[in-house]
C-alpha cells in the first residue's frame, strides 16, 4: 500500500510538472503571436504611408483617415505595451517597449494639438522605427518554436 502512494505522489508530480511546463510554453505562444500581430500592424501602416501623405496633402478627407489611423496606431501600442510577457520573452519584449515608447513620442510629435501635423509628419522618423521595431520578428518568430 505505501509502494502504490509514493507511485502515486510521484505520478502526481510528473503530471503537474508537465503541465506547467506546457502552460510556459502556451503563454509563449500566445506571446509571439500577440507581437506578430503588433509588428504586422506597424508594418502595414508603414508600407501605406508614404501614399496615405501624399494623398493627405491634397485631400482633406484623407488627411482625416490617416489622423484615424495614427491615433488608433497610438491605441494599439499603448495596449501592446501592457502585455505581460512570459519570462523567456521579457527581454525582448522590454526591447520592444522601449522602441514603441520612442514611437509614441513620434506620433504625439505629429498629432499637435490632437490634430494631424502634415509637414511634421513627412519629416517624421515614425516609419524609420517602425523599421527598427519590425527587425525584432525574426527573435518574435523564434519564441513560436
Do not use: W
Not at 506620433?107 to 509628419?121: R, Y
Not at 524609420?128 to 518574435?140: K, P, V
Amino acid at each position: 500500500m505505501k509502494k502504490m502512494m509514493i507511485l502515486l505522489l510521484i505520478l502526481s508530480s510528473m503530471s503537474l510538472s508537465a503541465c506547467s511546463f506546457l502552460e510556459g510554453a502556451n503563454q509563449s505562444l500566445q506571446y509571439a503571436e500577440q507581437a506578430k500581430e503588433h509588428l504586422n500592424k506597424l508594418t502595414n501602416f508603414a508600407e501605406q504611408a508614404p501614399q496615405m501623405i501624399e494623398e493627405a496633402l491634397t485631400n482633406p478627407e484623407a488627411k482625416q483617415k490617416l489622423e484615424a489611423q495614427l491615433i488608433q496606431l497610438k491605441k494599439d501600442i499603448e495596449q501592446f505595451n501592457l502585455i505581460n510577457a512570459p519570462q523567456i520573452a521579457k527581454d525582448l519584449h522590454q526591447q520592444l517597449v522601449d522602441k514603441n515608447k520612442e514611437l509614441l513620442q513620434e506620433i504625439n510629435n505629429v498629432l499637435a494639438d490632437g490634430h494631424l501635423a502634415l509637414d511634421q509628419l513627412e519629416n517624421s522618423p515614425i516609419i524609420s522605427t517602425i523599421n527598427d521595431i519590425t527587425s525584432l520578428i525574426n527573435r518574435i518568430q523564434n519564441l513560436g518554436l
